[in-house]
């Protein structure tokens, strides 16, 4: 996966596609980002790079509650990438 801002962008696509809202906030985040999960908020540090965003967001999807069905076809295979990428680092 290249570290761009087009993959920066459709990373979010698949969770703006899941009613979830990814904003770029200052804080002191102990890991450079949090979840608000009962409205579906995801905040990264936005003093992260554009591959420390990226990064961050892989590691954050497979732990959400993804609504597949409402994915395009184009946010699945990328949200399938990221899920296995995730599976293979975990094993």
Known sequence: ??????????????????GYV?????????SGWCILESRKVVVLN?????????NTLMEIIPQLQISY?????ESQKLYDEVVRKSTLLAS
């Open 69 to 73: 069905d409402s994915l395009t076809f």
């Open 22 to 30: 990814v904003r770029y906030e200052r804080g002191t985040f102990q």
């Open 1 to 18: 996966m290249k570290y761009t801002q087009s993959t920066l962008d459709k990373l979010g696509a698949v969770l703006g596609e899941s």
């Open 46 to 54: 936005k003093f992260l790079s554009t591959e420390g965003r990226i």
